[in-house]
């Protein structure tokens, strides 16, 4: 194992040591990619995560090694090139594939022909061919079980042969690649479907070499399977694959090696007919298992980049925000926040049809903007956004106010809006209005906000439904968990939610957090961590770095320096005589100990984070905030034209291009052939989520809610 990770990741067996002995003592990636850069040669969270993933997996594969090998022993007859085979296999699938003939649930043809000694026949005809065949016959015919007569003997020996060749490991390999390097992936729709199966017609009689297939198509295909609308199935051209047709002299296991070329005709038609019968159903099942696995780790893939983009984007900051959650019959919810995302006040106004109370809803809102101080007034992009805009903007004129207006995401604030955690947090509030709060506070912090939210829910994944929901999950989860720590977590302001996914903390251990900050009045210093119930010296260790304390006690409890080094910046401070206070957020005093202390090759990695924290403290990763401002023409669908130039927020991103927010309540399609005038393999090389663009459009459908746009750069 630890070879295969040293290769694999092109470090030494000594760092694949270290990793997996902290991962197995307790630490977290955030933790070890943060403090632990000396014993890891500098390696990224992404590393990480994947190393972790990798060394897991492993781990797991070893386990399931050992138990097929004991199962196997308990089998007779198991030649040792099969214990060879399963020692030389390098995955769970490959694992699988040479243990499944081995599998039975119910006796087959084959194992009541052995009941009944007919092995030995079967093994002669192998040998000598069916010409010799009644030879062979009569001279066992006296040890058989019970009286046969010899085409049966024949049937049963066929059926003993047949079996032991789709069990020959070499065949199935070899099968299988020719399955996956040769094999046309069709779809065909069952008889009567057609009608039900509409959104399915492009897969109706479908064809496409395996190899060749992108994820979303099979993820797809595979949905028109499980609703029961296609078939699918994985062709060759001839009865055996070409690969195969040469293999005439494949040795059933149990059977002696048979040298010369006698009854070559034979041998193939047994073959043959092991592969229509029992070697092709196998391997097209497996093959299409393994397409599925592939299109849903893409498809995971994708989302996990996408909420990565979506929690890392840009905060507008500590502005007090007014959110406006728009609709026409219901009204417009609004909710007032101040910098720290506090409620101070909410409502509803009724401006649209069919209440039309639009110069009452205008006065409602300039008196709270003007008592408010507030700085954003955003408003959800859901129904009636665009008519809600132009109401904001016209009331921001005619009331003179010091007050910037823009239409944000408002994905996953319902979802909020009815959680536990919104329940908790405003009890006696409407949920409308608790989206409403939930709108203003993404827009001040989206990951502060997003986490209260399940991944699953914020909506930028391509067919996350069709995947495993418990993988999903967990790979999510760990996006999130890896955001959070990037970002870092004031100690003093957090959520619960956004506490539970530091490095080292429960959703337990985060709740008394909260109980202790509000029996202190707000934490002081860092140490005070360690009077929380739950939390040792092994929690305090993963969590302290990401917690910051600003105003505290402890100056560097505001950085992201962890307590384990307190001790060595007071002694680079005292080395170049200045005050610690001085140095921090200074960079031309930290540049004065670069000299000096980089000389030092054992903690260099831990110095030059010490150093980068020293100049800015605190620094948060995330870009600088920026808005799309749509146009004021164009509010639906039926305002757009062909050859438009707009601009517009880059909402999702897929395998086969991103979608544009434009403001017309229906995202259009930047195709990846049209993101770049080169040619783009990845879309997000080009684009990420929350990204303002300039597109052109180039098709419209509005019957179909389809609109084509092409990336201006």
Not at 1 to 23: C, D, G, R, W
Not at 102 to 107: D, G, I, T
Not at 250 to 266: A, I, M, Q
Not at 607 to 634: H, N, T, V
């Amino acid at each position: 194992m630890l070879i295969a990770l040293s290769k694999e990741y092109s470090v030494s067996e000594s760092i694949v040591t270290n990793i997996i002995k902290l991962f197995e003592e307790g630490a977290t990636v955030p933790f070890v990619a943060r403090y632990r850069k000396e014993a890891t040669g500098g390696m990224s969270d992404e590393q990480l995560r994947s190393f972790h993933g990798r060394w897991q997996y492993l781990v797991e594969l070893e386990k399931r090694r050992v138990a097929i090998i004991e199962l196997l022993k308990e089998l007779p007859d198991i030649p040792p090139s099969v214990f060879s085979a399963i020692q030389k296999a390098s995955s769970k699938t490959e694992l699988e594939d040479i243990y499944a003939p081995f599998k039975k649930n119910r006796k087959s043809k084959a194992d009541l022909a052995i009941e009944l000694g007919l092995l030995p026949f079967a093994i002669a005809l192998w040998r000598d061919g069916q010409g010799q065949g009644e030879k062979h016959f009569l001279a066992l015919k006296e040890q058989l079980k019970e009286p046969l007569e010899f085409d049966t003997a024949i049937s049963g020996a066929s059926d003993i042969i047949i079996e032991r060749l789709a069990q020959n490991i070499a065949t199935l390999q070899q099968g299988k690649l020719c399955l996956q390097q040769e094999g046309i992936l069709c779809s065909r729709v069952l008889r009567g479907k057609k009608e039900a199966g509409e959104k399915f017609r492009d897969y109706f009689d479908y064809r496409e070499p395996v190899k060749k297939c992108p994820a979303h198509r099979l993820l797809a295909l595979f949905r028109g399977k499980k609703e029961g609308f296609l078939k699918l199935s994985i062709e060759l051209e001839g009865e055996l694959p070409y690969s195969l047709n040469h293999s005439l002299y494949v040795t059933p296991f149990g059977f002696p090696e048979v040298k010369d070329r006698t009854s070559s005709k034979e041998k193939l038609a047994w073959l043959t007919k092991a592969w229509q019968e029992k070697i092709l159903s196998k391997l097209e099942a497996d093959v299409l298992a393994e397409l599925k696995e592939q299109a849903e780790a893409s498809a995971i893939e994708v989302f996990q980049a996408n909420l990565k983009d979506l929690l890392m984007a840009a905060p507008a900051g500590a502005k007090r925000t007014l959110a406006l959650d728009p609709g026409f019959r219901n009204g417009v919810k609004w909710a007032a926040v101040d910098e720290y995302g506090q409620l101070l006040n909410n409502g509803v106004i009724y401006p649209h049809p069919p209440q039309n109370k639009s110069a009452e809803a205008e006065a409602v809102l300039a008196k709270v903007i003007q008592n408010q101080n507030i700085d954003w007034l955003v408003i959800g992009n859901g129904t009636a956004s665009r008519e809600t805009e132009a109401f904001a903007k016209q009331m921001i004129q005619q009331y003179q106010l010091n007050c910037r207006c823009v239409i944000v995401s408002e994905a996953g604030a319902s979802v909020y809006s009815a959680s536990p955690v919104a329940i908790e947090e405003f009890p006696d509030l409407d949920v409308t209005i608790r989206g409403a709060i939930s709108i203003a506070r993404r827009f001040q912090d989206p990951l502060a906000e997003l986490v209260k939210i399940d991944p699953q829910a914020i909506g930028v994944g391509q067919y996350q439904h069709d995947v495993k929901a418990n993988r999903l999950s967990e790979a999510l989860g760990t996006v999130v968990e890896d955001c959070v720590n990037a970002v870092g977590v004031d100690l003093n302001l957090a959520s619960a939610s956004l506490l539970t996914y530091v490095s080292g903390l429960t959703q337990r251990l985060a709740q008394n957090i909260i109980e202790l900050r509000e029996q202190l009045g707000g934490f002081s210093n860092r140490n005070q961590l360690k009077k929380v119930k739950g939390i040792g010296d092994k929690a305090f260790e993963q969590c302290a770095g990401f917690l910051r304390i600003r105003g505290g006690d402890e100056p560097l409890d505001a950085s992201a320096v962890h307590p384990e080094s307190y001790g060595l910046v007071k002694d680079m401070a005292r080395a170049v005589k200045q005050e610690l206070v001085q140095m921090i957020g200074n960079p031309e005093a930290v540049a004065t100990l670069k000299t000096a202390t980089l000389a030092s090759a054992e903690n260099r990695f831990t110095l030059q984070d010490i150093l980068q924290e020293l100049a800015k403290p605190g620094r948060d990763p995330r870009p600088e905030f920026q808005y799309a401002s749509f146009d004021d023409a164009i509010s639906s669908i039926e305002d757009l034209q062909e050859g438009m130039t707009l601009e517009g927020v880059v909402t999702n991103v897929a395998a086969f291009g991103a979608f544009v927010d434009l403001g017309v309540h229906q995202d259009g399609l930047i195709h990846i052939s049209q993101l770049a005038d080169r040619f783009v393999k990845d879309p997000r090389d080009e684009v990420r989520i929350g990204e303002v663009v300039k597109v052109q459009v180039l098709e419209v459908d509005a019957k179909r809610k389809r609109i084509g746009l092409k990336r201006i750069l």
